[in-house]
């Protein structure tokens, strides 16, 4: 099995999608493409991607709405989005509502997909690793965590969830000796992956 990155192609050109997923492969990445988001959605959770590099445009399923199911299974996977008809509507929604982390314009600047799908990579790596230092939070602990990390003192956190600011410094310090963060900087960086 080899550890190089995987990442799906979602187009449906085929040509296209191919010849993207080729050339992410010669930069090292696992890439394969699909012609249909219906295809991959229902072995994703079995076999998640670092990052998904799908058109916007498609059949029954858009790639926004992809991307909104591909984040409820998996908010890991750093998702690129591309299109031959860019609009500056979609590009802002492609971020701020769909979690994109680039809006790339047909025919795509391979440059610009490769630095993409690297940083892409690397923020998913970072967001799975933040995943796993928080997984042995309790869900309390979990709130305290988030609430912290939105900038709340320990007041207010214990005045929201009512408790008393004793017992959240001890969430506090559970969570610091579960996640191995060195004080509310690093909480707040795991926070937010």
Known sequence: MSDAPVIYVVDDDRDLGASVARLLRRQGFAAEPFLDPAILLPVYADAPAHCIVTDVMMGDIDGFAFADRIRAVDP????????AWPTT???????????????????IDEARLIAAVTEGVAWSIRRRAARDRTAKLTPRERQVLDLLAEGHPNKVVADRLGLS???????RAAVLAKTGANGLAALIALARG
């Open 89 to 107: 509507a979609n590009a802002v929604d492609s971020v701020r509502r769909y979690g994109g982390l680039d809006y790339l314009e047909k025919p």
């Open 76 to 83: 890991a996977a750093a998702i690129i989005f591309m299109t």
């Open 165 to 171: 600011t004793k017992t959240v410094e001890d969430h």
